[in-house]
């Protein structure tokens, strides 16, 4: 996450389409100068083509983040 350098916090990524909501997390790491998520994947059979709404979030016990809302389109 720009502008944000601490460890401790959890990046969430998150999926939703028709009704679907998918999420996957794991611990954030800072660097120099930023806070970063690494790879987040979901690999789950209800993953299916067409377009999902997708969000990042940031979250520790002192900041929490959420990106706008991405169109990703799956094939």
Known sequence: MSGIVEDGGECTLTLEK?????????????????TACGWLQIDDPQVTSGTWAATLRY???TTAVTSPETALDVR
């Open 18 to 34: 028709g009704g679907v909501r998918l999420e996957a997390s794991r611990p954030a790491t800072a660097d120099a100068t930023t």
């Open 59 to 61: 979250q520790s016990a």
